[in-house]
């Protein structure tokens, strides 16, 4: 059973940062692509980053490339997601999520074999 420790989330105020954690368990497959979705209030959710375990790509939704950065620590099995300058829409539920089947190239192909419990993130002042 694949399961997720997420950390991270908070309230912070708009211009501030926040690091969200995923450490997966239960993988049986040695290469995927791990990355986060977040969920508005009242909206679907959206792809955000991802990360490709056997080559390191990675890719980003527009809105958050030049302020988000997403990267992997092999050793603790973590992935992180680093979220610097924050704006009031970045506010929502974010979604660690594992795609076993797309490659991080293609972000529009980038979904979800399972998925996290959620950790909320708040930006405001």
């Known amino acids: 059973q694949v399961e997720f420790a997420e950390s991270g989330g908070g309230l912070v105020q708009p211009g501030g940062s926040l690091r969200l954690s995923c450490s997966p368990s239960g993988l049986a497959h040695p290469y995927y692509v791990i990355g986060w979705f977040r969920q508005a209030p009242g909206a679907g959710r959206r792809r955000v980053a991802c990360?490709?375990?056997?080559?390191?790509?990675?890719n980003y939704a527009h809105s958050v490339q030049g302020r988000f950065t997403i990267s992997r620590d092999q050793a603790k099995n973590t992935v992180y997601l680093q979220m610097n300058d924050l704006k009031s829409e970045d506010t929502g539920t974010y979604y660690c999520?594992?795609?076993?089947?797309?490659?991080?190239?293609?972000?529009?192909?980038?979904?979800?074999?399972?998925w996290g419990q959620g950790t909320q993130v708040t930006v405001s002042s």
């Open positions: 990360f490709s375990t056997d080559d390191g790509v990675t």
């Open positions: 999520t594992i795609d076993l089947n797309s490659n991080c190239r293609n972000f529009e192909k980038f979904g979800a074999n399972y």
